[in-house]
């Protein structure tokens, strides 16, 4: 479950078993090795990024985490840039 790989994720909280899901397929990883932030905002750069995942994109070691995303996005017609 989530409550056990993230610090700031409550067991039994509304939200623990989308967090589970969306990390278990490989569509977030949180914000840190220990941290997803729920209640965080959800920016452009982590929707291209869950968009590029979705659809199969190797989009690890980046600089800046999200370039690969973007690119892809930008690619792909999703995005401007």
């Known amino acids: ?4 790989m ?3 994720v409550e067991k039994g909280s509304w ?4 967090v589970s899901f969306a990390v278990n397929n490989g569509l977030f990883k949180g914000v840190s090795e ?4 729920p209640a965080g905002s959800t920016s452009r750069a982590m929707i291209v990024t869950v968009l590029a ?5 190797d989009v690890d ?3 800046p985490w999200y370039a ?3 690119e892809w996005a930008v690619n792909a017609g999703i995005s401007d840039g």
């Open 34 to 37: 220990n941290r997803f932030d």
């Open 15 to 18: 939200y623990e078993s989308a």
């Open 53 to 57: 995942r979705m659809n199969g994109q």
């Open 1 to 4: 479950p989530a409550s056990e």
């Open 61 to 63: 070691n980046a600089s």
């Open 68 to 70: 690969k995303s973007v």
């Open 6 to 8: 993230f610090t700031d």
